[in-house]
């Protein structure tokens, strides 16, 4: 009975870290389309720092001119290098105009943290080591010491050689006992710096609990619960709980894209640990969305790191891809070969009809064997059906009308009545032939997408909508995305269908895609558009 009791008690939470995860991943995939807001609300916070700074440049202000640049340096040191660098060095400047000892020093140890988070490790230490720690104040001196530990804890994972890393860690380990002599008790920086501490001499349930601590206890800005969650990940994948190791990433994640920070691992460790679990997709979204953060923050250690494994990830996806294109492509061969098999089956029940008493047995065969296929066939995608049907519909009507255009021609040219002939060929006009089928084309198209139009409008800021006037057929426009929507994606084919140059179909594409929500998925989204009948079934 107690078995049972704790077999079910891990079942429940099971389920409780399951769903906690889904929950945390999807708030991380609106965190991702909401990115460009938080980089957009960090400009903001800039402009406002830079409007304060123009200010006291007017007045000359230097005291305050150097705090505004460092000001910016904060803005800017975990989102752009280049830049957090470039106002740095200006408050240095200042410093040094100054001659203000401690300013220049304070300076120096946010260009040691720049510097280590370019991946310029030798040079931050270089920088750090070139200041008088005599003159600074506690907090001053805990900043350069929690600073030099990360630089060595940093030049230890991109070493990954026993050989060095280990004294590397070492060396990280006793500045950040230093650290923790300077530094404030009952700070969000204390809690920092001991939760660190005791991951890095592999005191896991210790970190676990000063890591939960801190997050439940304070009030952390973004960017240190980025560290928290980030680093309590680290402590449940060594623990071996892949749930919650995966769930703390995504947190970490999270508030690494509401806070704007490009330097960061979080992302990257996330797509590593996903690529292990064989969700592809979301492994190379994840690794993208990191060198592209890499790369923006212009950390070269990162890009290297992402670099490793960037490519395998790509190449599984294709990989899973191919396998893909493969299966459907016997898919397509199969439902073909149905497609035939339902013909002749069609040809045979119709001469059976025929037949007197002695084929009526045979006859009863067929229907129960055309019975046992149409079952089959109810399995078979809708779309290949109706176009099936679509496609025998105009190539019999086609037929039918060359036969009798034949016929009267003939008739015509025998009774030596070329005039005729001539009045006859006037009748058929090609573009009203054309403008049948694709009026076919689209009655078949909107009877397997009722909603198409509507969602394919939604993808438009309101002012770019524009209605049909006929609300049962498509435009050149929307066939182009209609074609691509049944897998149709070949721009010579689609110019072929359309009677338009492939110059135009891509011009179409182009001024399209600039109009929409979504210049850089469009296609993406066009593709999710569903049925009616998948619709009902996700409601």
């Not at 460092?70 to 280049?82: A, G, I, M, R, V």
């Not at 996903?274 to 990162?302: C, P, Q, V, W």
């Not at 037949?355 to 779309?383: G, T, Y």
């Amino acid at each position: 009975m107690k078995f049972i009791v704790l077999l079910f008690g891990l079942l429940i939470m099971n389920s409780v870290q399951a769903f906690q995860l889904d929950s945390t991943l999807q708030k991380l995939e609106q965190a991702i389309t909401n990115k460009d807001i938080y980089i957009h609300q960090k400009y903001d916070r800039i402009a406002a720092i830079k409007k304060e700074l123009g200010k006291h440049v007017y007045y000359e202000d230097n005291q305050q001119i150097y705090e505004d640049y460092l000001t910016l340096f904060k803005e800017y040191q975990s989102f752009n290098y280049d830049s957090a660098y470039y106002y740095l060095e200006q408050a240095k400047s200042k410093a040094f105009l100054l001659k203000d000892t401690l300013k220049i020093s304070r300076a120096k140890i946010k260009e040691g943290f720049v510097l280590m988070s370019s991946g310029l490790f030798k040079e931050a230490i270089d920088t750090l080591e070139s200041i008088t720690l005599d003159i600074l104040p506690d907090p001053y001196k805990f900043e350069y010491y929690a600073v030099k530990a990360r630089t060595f804890y940093d030049l230890a994972d991109y070493t990954r050689d026993n050989r060095f890393s280990d004294n590397y860690i070492q060396k990280g380990n006793e500045f950040l006992h230093q650290a923790l002599r300077y530094v404030e008790p009952n700070s969000n920086e204390y809690w920092n710096t001991e939760s660190l501490n005791r991951l890095k001499h592999s005191d896991w349930k210790g970190a676990q609990q000063a890591f939960m601590y801190w997050l439940q206890h304070y009030d952390l800005p973004a960017h240190y619960e980025a560290i928290a969650t980030s680093s309590l990940a680290y402590v449940y994948s060594v623990q071996g709980d892949n749930d919650k190791n995966l769930e703390y990433l995504a947190r970490a994640a999270i508030a690494d894209i509401e806070s704007a920070t490009k330097e960061t691992v979080a992302l990257r460790n996330l797509a590593s640990e996903l690529f292990k679990l064989g969700d592809l997709k979301k492994a190379n979204h994840y690794i993208s969305l990191a060198m592209e953060d890499a790369t923006f923050y212009n950390a070269r250690h990162r890009k290297m790191e992402i670099s490793s494994i960037l490519p395998i990830i790509e190449k599984a996806q294709i990989q899973k891809t191919e396998r893909q294109k493969n299966t459907l492509k016997w898919i397509v061969i199969a439902l073909s070969v149905l497609a035939i098999l339902v013909v002749i089956f069609l040809i045979i029940i119709f001469k059976q009809l025929k037949a007197r008493n002695a084929s009526r047995r045979i006859l009863s065969e067929s229907n129960l064997k055309l019975q046992e296929l149409n079952n089959n066939l109810k399995e078979v995608d809708s779309i290949k059906q109706e176009y099936i049907t679509y496609f025998l519909k105009v190539t019999s009507g086609f037929i039918h009308r060359i036969d009798q255009l034949q016929k009267s021609t003939l008739q015509k040219i025998i009774a030596k009545r070329p005039e005729e002939v001539v009045q006859i060929l006037k009748k058929y006009s090609v573009k009203k032939a054309r403008a049948h089928l694709f009026q076919q084309f689209d009655e078949v198209f909107l009877k397997l997408f009722p909603t198409f139009k509507e969602d394919y409008f939604n993808l438009f800021p309101e002012k770019e909508r524009v209605l049909l006037n006929n609300e049962d057929t498509l435009n050149n426009e929307l066939r182009i995305f209609a074609l691509y929507r049944l897998g149709v994606q070949d721009s010579n084919q689609v110019a072929d269908f359309l009677e338009l140059s492939v110059a135009t179909i891509y011009s179409y594409k182009t001024r399209i895609k600039s109009k929409s929500n979504y210049k850089d998925n469009f296609e993406e989204k066009i593709m999710e558009i569903k049925q009616y009948e998948n619709k009902k079934v996700n409601k």
